[in-house]
């Protein structure tokens, strides 16, 4: 099965930045996407990014784009996320996923494996 961590979450300002890292694990590790969720208290989980594992290619939540840069290093079995200019409503717990089937969906129900999430807190 896969495993997968999610770190650096924290406490950042307004305007600030924080970049959360999901490594892999897994003799089983071969997706073919990788992506972010978040979810608020009380609220349900949300799409965030994903990117494609073979070409690289990126998608975003509209709220994220042109902020948030999902990345990947192979090599590593490791994903990331960049997210800049965070504002209060980006306070979410993070999690990563992945799924191997060939979808471009933003439905959580489309991954099949799931890290334990990193809390992130963006305040005002």
């Known amino acids: 099965q896969v495993q997968l961590v999610e770190s650096g979450g924290g406490l950042v300002q307004a305007g600030g930045s924080l970049t959360l890292s999901c490594a892999a694990s897994?003799?089983?590790?071969?997706?073919?996407?990788m992506a972010w969720f978040r979810q608020a208290p009380g609220k349900e989980r949300d799409f965030v990014s994903f990117?494609?594992?073979?070409?690289?290619?990126?998608r975003y939540e509209d709220s994220v784009q042109g902020r948030f840069t999902i990345s990947k290093d192979n090599a590593k079995n490791t994903v990331y996320l960049q997210m800049n200019s965070l504002k209060p409503e980006d306070t979410a717990v993070y999690y990563c996923?992945?799924?191997?089937?060939?979808?471009?969906?933003?439905?959580?129900?489309?991954?099949?494996?799931w890290g334990q999430g990193t809390q992130v807190t963006v305040s005002s």
């Open positions: 996923a992945s799924s191997s089937g060939v979808s471009w969906s933003r439905r959580e129900a489309d991954f099949g494996s």
């Open positions: 990117i494609i594992w073979g070409t690289g290619t990126k």
């Open positions: 897994g003799s089983s590790f071969s997706p073919y996407r």
